[in-house]
């Protein structure tokens, strides 16, 4: 950020009072520009025992597998965002279900929600952001060529899981800034 | 949103090539500035049956009682945001416990999301953004004086939940748009 959003005046950083971190703050009207972490909402949708697994047709990591998921809009449950982004990335209507994993991206100010999800017809087909869309197999799922360590989480909490007969949640933090060490 | 924080031009609402929702975009860099939803973050930590709420010293809702919750910020977890907002407003060191609440504030485009917690110790008292802390008994609660409707949820969920023995994790949606009847 380098002005104002409100006035177009340079911002510059600094600490305001009272606060206790540096801010982007207006030069001109004084206003304090906060920034918070994004959310990426997601879900695993199964039909019959197999995983709907998108192909990613843009970047980051294009070329590489993930779950559908995307970032939170204004005016949407996290249960709609999910289902939206299937809609988008597989052209799949699916059925929201509990709620499985939240993991802190440090390093992309970012926290990730998944959710199970049902996929009640096996109906899909590749959205704008997505080369190929699939129904794998839990034993096909391409783990070396999934998209992001976050997706590569909630997969195996979401087998796991399933396997053990339960549905938990599971929270994890993935941390890749340059200052600090994994904590993934 | 008026003006771009890259180059400080004139933004304009347009929908972009292959988006669906208008968004600010820069009228010369054509920079997309996406509008998200924020995360609040908050615990109801307890003391020997008791709950500590904080009577708040700042807008919106100035002198009305609430949990210890803020604005989520960059480079932490919901866990640490959790803490960090109890010793900032109360002053006080708790032990996060587990997820109780989310809560889809639609039309102040946030996710509040609230944990149980503990505080081993009663040791409290105001930070700078509370006029008063306090340990209050359950059938003390100041229901008519709480500072938010999320705020009422996360509490009410918390004595159900223990009253039964369990500790569960609920969604909810307040939704106070002009155009929206409200969902909660």
Known sequence: ?????????P???????????????????????????????????EHEQRILLCRRAIEPR????????????N??????????????EALAEVTIGSLLAVVHVLHA????????????????????ESLEVALIAPQAIP???????STEFALRRYLEDKAAGVEAHHFH??????????KA
Not at 1 to 9: L, N, P, Q, T, V
Not at 26 to 33: E, K, L, M, P, V
Not at 110 to 125: D, E, K, M
Request: glycine share 8%; hydrophobic share 35%; aromatic share 10%.
């Open 143 to 149: 783990w070396q060529d999934l998209a992001f360590r």
């Open 11 to 45: 911002v510059q950083l600094a600490i305001p009072t009272g606060d206790h971190l540096p801010r982007f703050v207006c030069t001109a009207c004084g206003h304090i520009h906060y920034r918070n972490p994004r959310l990426v909402v997601g879900c695993v949708p």
């Open 109 to 128: 100010e970012q926290v990730h929600v998944f959710f199970r999800a049902r996929l009640p017809a096996a109906r899909y087909s590749p959205g704008a």
């Open 75 to 88: 005016g949407e449950t996290l249960q709609q965002a999910a289902a939206r982004e299937s809609h988008e």
């Open 62 to 73: 294009r070329g590489y597998w993930t779950v559908p998921a995307g970032f939170m809009e």
């Open 1 to 9: 950020m380098k002005f104002c959003e409100d006035c177009g005046a």
């Open 173 to 182: 933090t993935i941390d890749q800034r340059p200052t600090a060490q994994s």
